[in-house]
Nanobody, 120 residues
Framework: QVQLVESGGGLVQAGGSLSLSCAAS????????MGWYRQAPGKQRDLVAT???????NYADSVKGRFTVSRDNAKNTVYLQMDSLKPEDTAVYFC??????????????WGQGTQVTVSS
């Protein structure tokens, strides 16, 4: 059974920092592309950052220079360090694991989400 369990969300003032973690189980973590997405009330779920199995990171323009994604394959965990937080960063943050096999089969898993609230 695949599980992605996020932790580390909470309430922080604008300009502050939070660190999210996502612990994965039930998958061969090191082969998956891991990602963080967020969804604000009434809006679609948007990409925040992804990190490949080789450690290459990609960020949404809105978080570049403020957020850092990293992974520890030995701990089956992906992290999102969020600095200089803004009220517009308020959302539920979701962890995602994605893998496409050589035969073209796609594996796509989501965590339950963790709330991040940034007060002005």
């Amino acid at each position: 059974q695949v599980q992605l369990v996020e932790s580390g969300g909470g309430l922080v003032q604008a300009g502050g920092s939070l660190s999210l973690s996502c612990a994965a189980s039930g998958i061969v973590f090191k082969i998956y592309v891991m990602g963080w997405y967020r969804q604000a009330p009434g809006k679609q779920r948007d990409l925040v950052a992804t990190i490949t199995n080789g450690g290459s990171a990609n960020y949404a323009d809105s978080v570049k220079g403020r957020f850092t994604v990293s992974r520890d394959n030995a701990k089956n965990t992906v992290y999102l360090q969020m600095d200089s937080l803004k009220p517009e960063d308020t959302a539920v943050y979701f962890c995602n694991a994605r893998y496409r096999s050589s035969l073209g089969r796609e594996y796509d898993y989501w965590g339950q989400g963790t709330q991040v609230t940034v007060s002005s």
